[in-house]
């Protein structure tokens, strides 16, 4: 009997890896962002055509790259952001797989332009598949402008798989959204087909919110702010009466993360109980800032599910500075912490 069994190209290989990490356009839309909030941006720009489909840009004004590792960033498992399996206990990075960019050359045509910070010159270069197409010193502000184009152009099916543009690119505002309210101090621009969508100056984390979803916003929100030696809550939760009927605006971060948990959101709903009606839900945006050594952000690729060391403590803390800020906001019956 002949042999059958034989390794697959990398360029193979990446494409069935991208499933993982490039499902969508707004996949790209987050793993650039986060690149571009790694790389220590103030000012950063997402540039939209045809929902993602056609370009997913995203410029920035961080440190840019140097020639060889502008080469380096599109190779699977390449990054700067840790060396060893212990770095992934103190990571203050949104990144650390590196994987984006290796997955999206793999399944999109990539062009970039880079200056690290510093140095006279950027680089050009044009991805497609595995392969370096072109390399040329350039002219450009010190940063990164990155372009994804014509997601999937190789994996027909997938492309296939695509939503209309309208669900697209409300999964791309999602990415956005989270992206932008982890990182008020930052400033953020959206572009789609040419039209301004978001323009959020830097500011405050209530700033953000307003700026996002509207003035309303401004007498909505109650601030929760809480310190405990393991766990830091930081944000606002909503007035009892501005709670909805949709859980469209729940936002937990973890570590800046953005995250879903339904354990979380129990401690969160319970703080509720008795001040809004069962079918509606809370409105909050909080962020829990924890040791990165008492949580496994690995679990998942895109890292929204997480584990915790201590979830019931996690649990116990977060529910009562929820009900203290209600409280301390005379929106809740006094705790009854004498008794
Ligand atoms: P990861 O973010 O997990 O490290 P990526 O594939 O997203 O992996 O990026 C690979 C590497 O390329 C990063 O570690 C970083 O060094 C570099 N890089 C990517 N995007 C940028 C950017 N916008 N500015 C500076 N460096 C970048
Ligand atoms: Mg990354």
Redesign the pocket.
């Known amino acids: 009997m002949a042999d059958i069994i034989h390794l697959l190209s990398d360029h193979i290989a990446n494409q069935i890896a991208a499933g993982e990490v490039i499902q969508r356009p707004a996949s790209a839309v987050k ?1 650039l962002l ?3 909030v ?2 220590g941006a103030t000012e950063v720009q997402l540039v939209i055509r045809d929902a993602g489909k056609e370009l997913v840009q995203v410029i ?1 004004n ?4 140097s020639p060889t ?1 502008a080469r380096m ?1 599109f190779e699977r498992h ?4 840790i060396n060893k399996i212990e770095d992934l206990f103190s990571i203050r990075t949104m ?8 997955s999206m050359a793999a399944v999109g045509q990539m062009e970039m332009k ?1 200056r690290q910070r510093g140095t006279e010159l950027g680089t050009h270069i044009v991805i497609e598949g595995t392969e370096v197409k072109s390399q040329e010193p350039c002219a450009i502000p010190e940063g ?1 402008n ?1 372009c994804l184009k014509n997601l999937f152009f190789n994996v027909p099916a997938r492309r296939n798989f695509l939503k209309s543009n309208t669900t697209e690119l409300r999964n791309i505002l999602d990415e956005f959204t989270r992206v932008v309210l982890a990182f008020p101090e930052i400033g953020f621009r959206y572009q789609s087909n040419g039209v301004d969508q978001y323009r959020l100056t830097p500011g405050s984390l209530k700033a953000r919110i307003v700026s996002l979803f509207g003035n309303s916003y401004d007498k909505k929100l109650v601030p929760v702010s809480e310190q405990t030696d393991f766990l830091n809550i930081q944000g606002f939760v909503g007035r009892p009466d501005a709670a909805m009927k949709t859980r469209g605006m729940q936002y937990f971060f973890l570590n800046k993360r953005f995250i879903r948990s339904n354990y979380l959101n129990h401690a969160l709903t319970q703080a509720y109980e008795g001040l809004i009606p069962k079918d509606q839900f809370p409105v909050f945006f909080l962020f829990l800032e924890i040791d990165p050594a008492r949580v496994d952000v690995n679990v998942h690729p895109t890292k929204q599910e997480v584990k915790f060391e201590d979830d019931k403590l996690m649990y116990a803390y977060l529910n009562s500075a929820v009900k203290a800020a209600l409280a301390r906001n005379n929106m809740a019956p006094a705790l009854d912490f004498d008794l």
Not at 62 to 65: D, L, T
Request: proline share 0%; net charge negative.
């Open positions: 793993e986060e690149n571009a790694d790389a920035d961080g440190k840019g790259m590792d960033s390449a990054t700067s952001k990144g650390f797989r590196g994987e984006a960019l290796a880079t990164t990155i």
